[in-house]
């Protein structure tokens, strides 16, 4: 085990020594992997912030429910108010809904009359024609799918009539950020088979400039894991140095577009923040570049061993 | 003891290196295998090594067929092999040391161990003075029991040396021709591939003769 580690900070010391002998090529390729590895991670962090908008938006959001068709004259006032008082606890039981504030109908009227011009003209009805109403409040995290089918049961209800909710400029909003999020997606795959295919390409320089080392090794008894173990490093430690790359372009560019966004987003009296980078998605992209390095090395090391190997058996 | 049963090499392209050659070559000896040059002998050490593969027939070591090794298993069996090469194959980046320590190395043995074991390698070539300098530093003598001491350094069973005078002037040729004796008094089967004739007459060795990929003469049989 001690012998293990050793060998393992060893090697590792020699792959860093390794990248720091040829610092031009090292930089080069860190930096066209943080550039690769940057665009899917800027756009990830745009659609991450659009997110947290929708977020707040429905905080103000509210459905209301009009209870109908009344037919005044055969139910008695405080009857019907009963009714609508069952149908808002119906309401209340419903997962997606958090509250639901109930208006009878006297109090419909009466905001109506101070609310409005036409007040008076109601003053001349014998009867209230107006309908009472529910105040539905829905969960805060909902999205905005969840909020045009929680529109459906309502509208579904028994007894209830209509239901009004401004939900288009939600479902616009979701729908961009749906957008961004396949395009982070498509960025980051093509993104991912760039960094594969880079790191691949350095790995083989390597294997060419250190084959005969290779062969001496496999020769004196050395396992395809000991002939390995170098390249897995370097080709880790390059994903590493892309994603820290990614990083900091990353980062420069979100605090650019920091201020004319949230900006343009004061306009719209909304609280959209790009936040810079935190710790967990900084920490991903570094896991993630690794892994890749790590992949792309280890492909191209099978498949070479694996040539060595054969040629021996004269394939 | 290494043994080839009707071994057939044929390398791509079509020739056969290698026809029907049966030998015995029995364990703590030390053998002369020699020929002119194409008629095979690197085959022979190659097929030992598993750096070849037989075409056809068996090339048993320790009465395991070695052709039936994979993977790490053949890591294994090189390393109760010692090579020894013509051009040293010593890596230009690494120290004398380093280089003859790399077999230890392989085989996970400690820092502390493989510095101490390369030391009594080189100790008993001759070169404990030089195991910091850098192999392109050394003359070809110096290289070659370089490679030597690398290839003893792992206490090998087996030593293989494919034309190790090849590039040295008589006097050198007869000193590290003087060290594979010794290795082989400490109960390691030599095997020994030369074209120079003046170390074949020696009584203590074996010899096997090749001629164009067949055994033209055998001490052992
Ligand atoms: N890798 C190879 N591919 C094709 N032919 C080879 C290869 N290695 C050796 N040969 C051929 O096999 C024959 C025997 O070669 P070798 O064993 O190296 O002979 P020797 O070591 O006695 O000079 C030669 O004709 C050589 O050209
Ligand atoms: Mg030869």
Redesign the pocket.
């Known amino acids: 085990m001690k012998v293990w580690l050793q060998r393992h900070l060893q090697v590792l010391g020699e792959t860093l020594m390794w990248l720091v002998r040829s610092p031009g090529s090292t930089l080069t390729t860190a930096l066209i992997l943080g550039v690769a590895i940057s665009l899917p991670l800027m756009l990830f962090k745009v659609s991450q912030s659009m997110m947290s908008v929708t977020g707040k938006l429905n905080e103000d959001s509210v459905i209301t429910v009009y209870v109908g068709p009344g037919k005044p004259e055969q139910v008695e006032p405080m009857k019907e108010d009963q009714l609508v008082i069952e149908i808002g606890q119906k309401i209340l039981q419903i997962p997606l809904v958090s509250d639901v504030e109930y208006v009878s109908r006297a109090q419909v009227l009466k905001d109506f009359q101070m609310e409005s011009e036409l007040g008076d003209l109601i003053d001349d009805l014998e009867e209230n024609p107006l309908p009472a109403m529910l105040i539905v409040f829905p969960e805060k995290s909902l999205i905005a799918a969840d909020l045009s089918q929680l529109v459906t049961v309502l509208a579904d209800m028994e007894g209830v009539d209509s239901v009004s909710y401004d939900q288009q400029w939600q479902e616009r909003l979701q729908a961009i950020i749906a957008a961004f999020m396949s395009g982070t997606l498509i960025m980051a795959s093509l993104m991912a088979i760039g960094v594969v295919l880079i790191i691949s390409n350095t790995v083989r320089l390597g294997i060419l400039n250190r084959s005969q080392e290779i062969q001496i090794i496999d020769q004196i008894g050395g396992t395809a894991t000991f002939i390995r173990r170098p390249f897995l490093y370097f080709g880790t430690l390059q994903g590493i140095s892309g994603g820290i790359v990614a990083l900091l372009i990353a980062m420069l560019a979100l605090f650019l577009l920091a201020r004319p966004v949230n900006h343009l987003a004061g306009l719209y009296s909304s609280e959209f923040r790009i936040n810079l980078l935190d710790l967990e998605v900084s920490g991903a992209v570094i896991v993630v570049s690794a892994l890749l390095g790590w992949l792309a090395a280890r492909f191209t090391l099978g498949g070479y061993i694996a040539k060595m190997r054969a040629?021996a058996r004269g394939k | 003891m290494i043994e080839f049963k009707q071994v057939v090499?044929r390398?791509?392209?079509g020739?056969?290196?290698?026809r029907h050659v049966s030998v015995f070559i029995p364990r703590g000896s030390i053998t002369f295998l020699t020929?002119?040059?194409?008629?095979?002998?690197?085959?022979?050490?190659?097929l030992i090594t598993l750096s070849?593969v037989a075409t056809r027939g068996q090339v048993l070591v320790n009465d395991e067929d070695i052709s039936l090794f994979r993977g790490d298993r053949i890591a294994l069996h090189r390393r109760t092999i010692g090579s020894v090469f013509q051009d040293h194959k010593l890596l230009p980046d690494k120290t004398v040391e380093e280089n003859v320590a790399l077999p230890l190395v392989v085989a996970g043995m400690g820092n502390r161990d493989c510095a101490r074991r390369a030391r009594a390698a080189l100790d008993k070539v001759g070169l404990l003075k030089l195991c910091r300098r850098f192999p392109q530093t050394l003359s070809a003598g110096e290289q070659q029991r370089v490679g030597i001491a690398r290839a003893v350094v792992g206490r090998p069973d087996i030593l293989l040396a494919?034309?190790p005078t090849g590039n040295l002037d008589p006097e050198l040729a007869d000193e590290i021709m003087k060290l594979f004796f010794l290795f082989n008094q400490h109960d390691v089967t030599v095997i020994i591939?030369t074209?120079d004739y003046r170390h074949l007459n020696n009584p203590a060795a074996g010899l096997l003769a090749?001629e164009n990929?067949q055994i033209s003469g055998d001490s052992y049989s």
């Open positions: 040629s | 090499k390398y791509p392209g020739l056969d290196a290698l020929g002119h040059s194409g008629a095979g002998k690197s085959t022979v050490l190659k070849e494919d034309e591939a074209h090749l990929g």
